[in-house]
């Protein structure tokens, strides 16, 4: 029997050329992602990116302009990402929503995740306006707890229990990521994610 000819392999589209900023960010995330906050320097990041040192200093100015990059990067996305779930969502119940994106977020972009909240690069320190884009997202969360609070009958300030709220979320995510939180089973995980959640609302309910 005569051996089957194989039709030939089409030629694979080429992807299109990254934009240089483009490049050099991803580059700058990979290295953190893959080798740690040591190994990011700017000379590593030109070559992983395959440009010149002066090719970062042109456009993040250096490596504390790249990590602030990747920062506001990271908060406009994370922001973005809250904004699609609340729209979504059930209209009474946003907090709910949200922290599941906020999780969801975190655990998809774990890299952006730890410059963000974890001193993922040590010596890094945002610039104001960094911070300004950072709370933002905070912002998005108050307005959130403004309604379940309404809904509820929540009394008290809704920027103190959004900080309740965000610093209890932050700790469930922090401690998956690190895998610190004791299992390894996604499903245990999401248990105790929605269980944290709802215990952190319950703990704001009025009490007579």
């Known amino acids: 029997m005569p051996p089957l000819l194989s039709s030939p392999e089409m030629p694979k589209p080429e992807s299109p050329p990254r934009e240089p900023r483009e490049a050099i960010l991803s580059a700058a995330i990979d290295i953190l992602h893959n080798h740690g906050a040591g190994a990011l320097t700017v000379r590593s990041v030109a070559s992983a990116a395959g440009c010149s040192t002066t090719g970062v200093y042109t ?120 895998n610190m939180d004791r299992t390894n089973d996604p499903k245990e995980r999401q248990r105790r994610f929605d269980l944290g959640v709802r215990r952190l609302v319950h703990g704001c309910l009025p009490t007579d």
Request: proline share 6%; net charge negative.
């Open 59 to 178: 456009y993040f100015g250096g490596k504390n302009g790249l990590v602030e990059a990747i920062f506001i990067d990271g908060f406009q996305r994370f922001g973005a990402a809250l904004e699609v779930a609340r729209a979504a969502g059930p209209p009474d119940g946003p907090v709910d929503v949200m922290a599941q994106a906020y999780r969801d977020w975190a655990l998809a972009n774990p890299t952006h995740y730890m410059v963000m909240f974890g001193r993922g690069v040590p010596d890094f320190h945002p610039s104001t306006e960094a911070l300004a884009i950072a709370s933002g997202t905070f912002e998005q969360l108050v307005d959130a707890t403004t309604t379940m609070m309404a809904k509820l009958g929540i009394s008290g300030a809704p920027l103190d229990i959004a900080h309740h709220l965000w610093a209890g979320m932050h700790g469930y995510v922090s401690l998956e990521i690190a």
